[in-house]
């Protein structure tokens, strides 16, 4: 008995100490995986053409990537375009750069609250009844009038006159009778009839636009499709790293449908590689290659061509495609649909398949919608051509936050935000620009995914205040125009400082410094942020954190006169979004 005692204490302390230092590994390894030296304002690296479209992705194995621990795409779908169904598994937070669309998300459990019902023999029946009453009326209508024409008045007029309505009665009521049965047979008919053909339903559709932030958790399936006038452009992120992703950190997207490409697998990571090139310092390791390589292509042969026989009657009972569906016997997929098998190899797809996840639609795409009032559209229309103005003229006005909906209930919650209108602005200047924030506070379902949004709208020469992110990483993507940005590490170095362009996308890691000035053409961005209520600290204007500290301290730190200490603390009456020093100048002089 002691001695099992002691066997199970010694079990139990060398399980400890090796999950410790597994622990401690992951950890190093996680710390060592954001000692950066370097940033990079970066375009995509990858480059997927599809039928309807493009799929852009950066190479998520790069170091600032693999830092704050997410990846990143841009969809491109053209007019009719319909991005196929599919699901990851890490939570995504979307933005709507260009266009207008419908947004299908079907989430597990819920019901399908978009239906259509029609009942046709009804219809016929009731129209077919209408249309006999119409008729009758009519002939009695006729009859009146050749009546009065003719000056009947007597007794016997009045008779013949009652026995002739009394006639068409009852041929109406028997005629009405006869449809009324003919329609319930039809009705009958179509009702056993319904059971094969049902009307369409299904989950709740969502309209979005330019200036959208859409939420997707992880594990739910999504579908886009393009109904308007122009390309659909979407910046999506994938968080690899929240805790709702169970996998390893590497981005995996999972279609319902068609025969898709890997959208991460950057090129040359394909898993047809190419044969190992030797150079002239390896001729002799190549020629032991070549005579081993012999031999192990005859065993590999001989060992192939057992797989392939034990494994030829499952491969032909499944898809050859790269969806869902695809890997599942066909026969057994057919059963657990109830159908038959030719329709589940259309599930499965084909190998020939060349559309890849974005396909064109023949025709118009019809499904269940409510229909968008007048109003509506001249309120989104009003919104844009706010927006463009601005563009041009550089202005804006202040509003207030929406609210934060937290009635909602799980099937029906809010996954869409419009951050894009100047007037939704949480930070604005006149001179400098202005900032939307959006967190789980106005849209409650980010608490879930543990991510944020930053719209950022900076005019010509304006300056975001120096200051660092408290408790994420931000992930920003230039929508348009340009900025210099510097961003500083913990030893005081520049690990970035460059002029990010149009459609680059630069990472600022936790509690780095940063700065940026918009250029000439200002500068457009939407920031993504590893934290549901992500904060920042400013260092420069009123709320910032020299401002916080007494002059004696900033004297004595920085070896500076009190004078100068005063200037450091007041000299800015701005808080985030600061003017350029020469229009800061012009408008202190006049």
Known sequence: MTKSLVFSLCLLLVFNGC??????????????????????????????????????????????????????????????????????????????????????????????????????????????????????????????????????????????????????????????????????????????????????????????????????????????????????VKVSLLDVSNDHNQLDQNPRKFYLAGNPENEFEQQGQSQHRQPRQFGQGGQREQQQFGQQGQQGRRQQQQQQQGRQQQQGRGQQQQGSSNNVFSGMNTQLLAQALNIDEETARSLQGSENDNRNQIIQVRGQLDFLQPPRGRQQREHEEREQRQVEQERRQQGGQQGLVAANGLEETFCSMRLIEHIGNPQRADVYSPQAGRISTLNSLNLPILSAVQLSAERGFFYSNGIYTPHFNINAHSVVYVIRGSARVQIVNENGNPILDDQVQEGQLFIIPQNHGVISQAGNEGFEYIAFKTNDNAMLSTLAGRTSLLRALPLEVLTNAYQIERQQAQQIKYNRAESIALSSSQSFQRRAVA
């Open 19 to 232: 999950l410790a230092a597994r622990q401690q590994s992951q950890q190093q390894g996680k710390q060592n995986e954001c000692q950066l030296n370097q940033l990079q304002a970066r375009e995509p690296s990858n480059n997927i053409r599809a039928e309807a479209g493009q799929i852009e992705t950066w190479n998520h194995n790069d170091d600032d990537f693999q830092c704050a621990g997410v990846a990143a795409e841009r969809i491109t779908i053209e007019r009719n375009g319909l991005h196929l169904p599919a699901y990851s598994n890490a939570p995504q937070l979307i933005y709507v750069v260009q266009g207008s669309g419908v947004l299908g998300v079907a989430f597990p459990g819920c019901p399908e609250t978009f239906e259509e019902y029609k009942d046709q023999s009804q219809q016929q029946f009731q129209r077919g009844g209408q249309e006999q009453r119409e008729q009758q009326e009519q002939q009695e209508e006729q009859q009146r009038r050749r009546q009065e024409q003719q000056g009947q008045q007597g007794q016997r007029g009045q008779q013949e006159q009652e026995q002739w309505r009394h006639q068409q009665g009852q041929q109406g009521r028997q005629q009405e009778g006869q449809q009324g049965q003919q329609g319930r047979q039809q009705q009958g008919q179509q009702g056993q009839q319904g059971q094969q053909e049902q009307q369409d339903r299904h989950q709740k559709v969502r309209r979005i636009r330019a200036g959208d932030v859409i939420v997707i958790p992880a594990g739910v399936a999504f579908w886009t499709y393009n109904d308007g006038d122009q390309e659909l």
